[in-house]
C-alpha cells in the first residue's frame, strides 16, 4: 500500500513477525501457519478474490474449539501493536528535512497568520495568556485495554523509538530488540479481559496515572512551545501565572446512573489527589532544592529565609516540609478522616509563593537561565495543576433531586414536590434559597437515596473550593432543575458559590435551553448566586442518540446560538461545556475542525470539553502526544475566538431546517416506530454480551426497558461491533436524498465548501460510512437473526448503501475517503485483522446464545476478545 508511510510500514511488520514469534513458542508452526492462512485468506478475500473468501471461512470452520481463543487472541494483539505503530508515528524523530506533523506547526502558524491579519502584539499575547479551556476527564466506560497492558504498550512505544535512532550499535540493536520480544512476550500471556469491573476509586486512579506519567512531563513542554511561540510572533512571554489549559475530572465525582459513586468514594478521590499531587510536587521539589544551590539572591529573598549561604535550598526545604506534612496527612486522612494540621497545604498561593520568589531572585541576580529550567516547569505545573490535581465535577441526575425534594417537602407537610408545576416549584425555591432558616430539621431522618444526596452535598460543601469544578444535572430541562441543587447545597452547609450546570441533552431540551437559561437569569438574586460564567452543558451523544447525529447536531448549534445570544442580552459570560465521546455517534470527531466549526460566538476565549475513556489514552497516554493535542486545543480556541466562523446565510439554515427535519423523521421512523426494531437490534448485535465487559464502575442501563433506557456508550458499541454504525449515519441518507431531489444539490455543495460547520459533519459521516461494511453487517444477521425480522436489516443496509451514494454525489468522488489516501489504507489494512474478528465473533454468538452449562464460560472469554479486537481495530469503542 503505497500510501503508508515505509517506516511505519515496517514497524508493522516488524512487530507482528515478533508477535507470530511468541505465537509459535507456545503453540508451534502449525499453529501459526494456520493464523497466516486466515490472514491471506481474508487479505485475497478483500481483493474480491472468492477463493480467498472460502479459505478464510474454510480455516475459521475447521478449528478446533480450543484455537478459537488464541486466534481471536492473536488478531486482537496485532491490532493494538497496529495502534502502537501508529500512535508511535505521529511522535516519531524526523530528520531536519522532515516537515514538522500539523499539529506541532499549527499554533505557531496561527499567530503569524493573526500577526498577518492585524493583531496586534500585546493583545494577541494577552489573548493567549487568558484563554480559559478545560479538559474534563471522565470515567465513561469505553476503554477495553486494561492498564497493564497499557504499561506494556507504552513501554513498546518507547522500544520503537530507541530503535529509530540511526546510530545504535549491534549490541544497542540487539538490547532493543530482545527488549521488544519480551514485551511482546508479556503482553501476549496476560489476559486482555478485566475479571472484575474497576470500583470508581480504580478509576480515578487511572486519571490520576495518565497525569503523572504524561500530563505531568506534557504540560510544562507544551507551555514552553507557546512561549517560544509568543516570543517569536509578539516579543511577550507567556506569564507565569498563565494556564491556558487546565483539567477537571469526572473520575469518582460523575453519579449518574452509578450508584456506586457515592459520597464516600468522592470524599476519598478528593483526598487521593493531594496525596497524589502533593507526591509529585515533592519529587520536583526535592529535584530543585537539591540543584539551586546558587549563593546570590534577591534582598527579597534575603529577608525571608536571613543571611545563609544557600538560600534558595532554604526555601525549597521549607516548602518540602509542608508538602511531606500534606501527602501524609492525606494518607492518615484516608483513613482517619482527620482535619488538615496548620502545615497541610491547602491554599494554591502557598505552593507558589515560594516558587515564585526563587524564580524573581534567580532572574534579578542574573541566573535566568537556571529560573528558566526545572523551576519554570515546576511553575507552570502548581499553576496549571495546582494542589487538587483537577478539579472534580459532580454529577447527578435531574430526578434525584427532584425526589430527594419531594420526599423533603412531604416530611414538611407541604406536599409532594415532584407534583408541583414549575412555576410553583420555582416559587418555593426561591424563596427557600433566600431563607435564613434551614429547610431541614437537624433530626430529619431520610431515606437511603435522599441520604446519599444530601451526603454529596456535605461532601461538596466541606472541599476548598479549589478542588472542585461544577455540579452538573443531567437529563436537565428546567430552572428549577439547577435551583434545586442550589437549595441542596445550601442546606448541607455550602456558604460560597458554586457552578450549578444544567446538561441539556434530549432534543427537546436542547430546543428550550435558551428560553431555560433566559429565565435563571431573569430570576431573583440568581446572578449573586453566580460565581463567574454561567455554564452550560450540551450533551452531544444523548441527543444523537434521542434524534439522530444530524437533527441532534443543528438542535446543538441552534441551542447555543441562543444561549450566545442570550447571555450577551443579560451581559453575562457564558461557558460552553461540551460533553462528547469519541465516535462520531456520540458527537466526536477531530477536535481542532470541531471547534473551529462551532457557532460565531460561542468560543469567546472559554472552552470545556469532555475527554473520554480509550480517546484518553489516545490523545494524552504519551507525553509527546498530548503535546500534540494540547497545542490543537489551543490553537483551535484562539483561532475560533479570533476568528470565528462565518453566521450561516439564511438559506442554508433554512435547508439545515429541513435536513434536520427529514433526518429527524427518518431516524425515529426505524429506532422509535419500527415494531420489530428492539428485537432486531438485540438480536444482530452483541448489546446484551457487552454488559459482561467489566468495562467500567456504572451499569450499562439506567433502568430495565427498550432502547430508551440503554445509555448512549453501548448502545453506540453495539453498532460498532457489527460495523452498520447505524446510529452515526441513520438520517442522513433521507435528508441528503430529499434535498437533492429537490433541487437543492448546489446549495449542500455551497454549505459544504463556506460552511465549516456543515463541511466537519459531512467530513464525519465520510468517515463512519468508511468504517461501516454492510457485508460484515449481513453476516450477523444471517446467523444470529430471526428470518421474520431479516428484511428490516436488508432495510437497513440499503439505507447505508443509499448514504455512501447521496455522500459520493455531494464530494463528487468516486470512492470514500478518496482525497485521505492515508486514512483510507489505513482501514484497508486494518479490515484485514477485523473480518476474521467478526467471523469468529458471529460463531461465538450463535454458539454463545444456545450454550447451556459449563462451556458457555469459555466462549464467553473469547467472545468478549473478539469485541476488544473489534474495538482495538476500529480505534474506538462506543
Ligand atoms: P452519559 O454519556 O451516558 O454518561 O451521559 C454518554 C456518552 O458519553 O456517550
Known sequence: MPEIDARLREDVHHLGELLGQTIRDQYGQAFLDKIELIRQGAKAARRGSAEGARQLTATLDGLAEDELMPVARAFNQFLNLANIAEQYQHIRRRKPSEPEPFENRVFDELLGRLRKSGHGAEELAAQVAGLDIELVLTAHPTEVARRTLIQKYDAISAQLAARDHADLLPEEREQVQTRLRQLIAEAWHTEEIRRTRPTPVDEAKWGFAVIEHSLWQAVPNFLRHVDRALQRHTGQRLPLNAAPIRFASWMGGDRDGNPNVTAAVTHEVLLLARWMAADLYLR?????????????ASAELVERVGAVAEPYRVLLKQLRERLRATRAWAERALLSGEAPPDEVLTDNRELLEPLQLCHRSLHGCGMGVIADGALLDCLRRATTFGLFLT?????????????????????LGLGRYAEWDESVRQEFLLE?????????PANYQASPDTAEVLATCRVVAAAPEASLGSYVISMAGHPSDVLAVQLLLKECGLQRPMRVVPLFETLDDLDTAGPCIDRLLQLDGYRTRLAGPQEVMIGYSDSAKDAGTLAAAWAQYRAQETLVEICRGHDVDLLLFHGRGGTVGRGGGPAHAAILSQPPGSVAGRFRTTEQGEMIRFKFGLPGIAEQNLNLYLAAVLEATLQPPPVPEPAWRTLMDKLAADGLAAYRAVVRDDPQFVDYFRQATPEQELGLLPLGSRPARRRTGGVESLRAIPWIFAWTQTRLMLPAWLGWESALLNAVERGEGALLGQMRKDWPFFATRIDMLEMVLAKADGDIARLYDERLVQSELRQLGANLRDLLSQSVRVLLGLTGQYQLLAMATETRAAIGVRNIYLDPLHLLQVELLARS??????????????????VAGIAAGLRNTG
Open 432 to 440: 427557600e434559597l433566600n431563607n435564613r432558616r434551614p429547610l431541614l
Open 284 to 296: 520536583d521539589v526535592d529535584g530543585l532544592a537539591g540543584d539551586l544551590s546558587m549563593q546570590r
Open 391 to 411: 478539579r472534580l465535577d459532580i454529577r447527578q441526575d435531574s430526578t434525584r433531586h427532584a425526589q430527594a425534594l419531594s420526599e423533603i417537602t412531604e416530611y
Open 849 to 866: 446464545r444456545r450454550c447451556e452449562g459449563d462451556v458457555c464460560g469459555g466462549l464467553e472469554q473469547a467472545l468478549l476478545v473478539t
